[in-house]
């Protein structure tokens, strides 16, 4: 519930006709948190797997969407404005992804 209302409010700030910005918006950070969650190891000592479980599969889980994510890129009326925003969100999350993973490794020391 906490993850899909915020999805919400951030889709009435993020308004752009023509363009699913707020659907883009919510799954890069959304891939971004996640990876950073699941790499840092302070989140890993300080919380409880259930609370790890409940902030990555319950409130990033209802915050990302794939499903709307899918429906709007089929209801796009440009076939070059819709592959903007498949190839924006797949290669973005992936980058956003490796950010997190790369935030929460910053003051890992090798040994």
Same mark, same amino acid.
């Given at each position: ?5 915020? #999805?919400?409010? !951030?889709?009435?700030?993020l ?10 918006t919510?799954? =890069? ?8 969650l =699941? &790499?840092?190891? #302070? ?6 797997? &259930? ?11 209802? +915050?990302?969407?794939?499903?709307? +994510? $899918?429906?709007?890129?089929? &209801? ?9 925003? !498949?190839?924006?969100s797949?290669?973005g999350? =992936?980058?956003?992804c ?6 929460? &490794?910053?003051?890992? $020391?090798?040994?």
């Amino acid at each position: 519930m906490i993850g899909s209302t915020l #999805r919400y409010f !951030i889709s009435l700030i993020l308004i752009s006709p023509g363009f699913p910005l707020s659907t883009l918006t919510v799954n =890069l950070l959304g891939c971004f948190l996640l990876s950073f969650l =699941l &790499n840092v190891e #302070r989140s890993r000592k300080l919380l409880s797997p &259930n609370l790890m479980t409940g902030l990555t599969t319950g409130v990033l889980g209802s +915050f990302t969407t794939y499903s709307t +994510f $899918v429906v709007e890129a089929a &209801n796009l009326n440009s076939s070059t404005t819709t592959f903007l925003y !498949i190839v924006s969100s797949l290669v973005g999350g =992936l980058l956003c992804c490796y950010a997190g993973f790369k935030l929460a &490794n910053r003051r890992k $020391v090798a040994t």
